[in-house]
T-cell receptor, first 119, second 116 residues
Framework: AQKITQTQPGMFVQEKEAVTLDCTYD???????LFWYKQPSSGEMIFLIY??????QNATEGRYSLNFQKARKSANLVISASQLGDSAMYFC????????????????FGGGTRVLVKP | EPEVTQTPSHQVTQMGQEVILRCVPI?????FYWYRQILGQKVEFLVS????????KSEIFDDQFSVERPDGSNFTLKIRSTKLEDSAMYFC??????????????FGPGTRLTVT
């Protein structure tokens, strides 16, 4: 079974509008972390936001926020006020285990969502 | 701001040749990783390295692959005899140890390996 599922292969969004990128995950570990990365056409992986499984509040970083619904095992990324520079691939990733040495565990990535921002 | 660096940015090699991809992780980080991304596909984990030894490896990381930290700064991935299917972007990443487990993995810019 896929550990990270991103069901939207691609989407268009109008500049200045908000967009929600879906991510669902599957784990039996009670302790895990969820990450979102942005990959522009140049290829690098840029960290955007992190949500821990025990965090009480949804994570926010500037225009990025994470809609974390633990019972539904979803961690959707919301980008507010889209800009042309937001056009990129977006990957959701999970690290199982967060305590102690598990902080070094590998990331498992979803298939990504390509976002194109229209002017 | 500290960053992970990788060299070369692009490597072209012939099938059967050995390649070494180089990475300089962020200096105070303790965990190091290699991932790869075949064109148009998801990012896949290859190997993680901690305390001078492999801590985990995927099924992709077979005997053709090896990693090394030859000195205090470099972290290398060697592919002994490249195959066409090794063509991909290879990312190095590193993370600091955090007792709260929050540390994100910082990725390098990647090395695009083309095997002909």
């Amino acid at each position: 079974a896929q550990k990270i599922t991103q069901t939207q292969p691609g989407m268009f969004v109008q500049e200045k509008e908000a967009v929600t990128l879906d991510c669902t995950y599957d784990t039996s570990d009670p302790s895990y972390g969820l990450f979102w990365y942005k990959q522009p056409s140049s290829g690098e992986m840029i960290f955007l936001i992190y949500q821990g499984s025990y965090d009480q509040q949804n994570a926010t970083e500037g225009r990025y926020s994470l809609n974390f619904q633990k019972a539904r095992k979803s961690a959707n990324l919301v980008i507010s006020a889209s800009q042309l520079g937001d056009s990129a691939m977006y990957f959701c990733a999970m690290r199982e285990g967060t305590v102690g040495g598990a902080a070094g565990n590998k990331l498992t990535f979803g298939g990504g969502t390509r976002v194109l921002v229209k002017p | 701001e500290p960053e992970v660096t990788q060299t070369p940015s692009h490597q072209v090699t012939q099938m059967g040749q050995e390649v070494i991809l180089r990475c300089v992780p962020i200096s105070n980080h303790l965990y190091f990783y290699w991932y790869r991304q075949i064109l148009g596909q998801k990012v896949e984990f290859l190997v993680s390295f901690y305390n001078n030894e492999i801590s985990e490896k995927s099924e992709i990381f077979d005997d053709q692959f090896s990693v090394e930290r030859p000195d205090g700064s470099n972290f290398t991935l060697k592919i002994r005899s490249t195959k066409l299917e090794d063509s991909a972007m290879y990312f190095c990443a590193s993370t600091a140890f955090s007792g709260t487990g929050i540390s994100e993995q910082y990725f390098g810019p990647g090395t695009r390996l083309t095997v002909t």
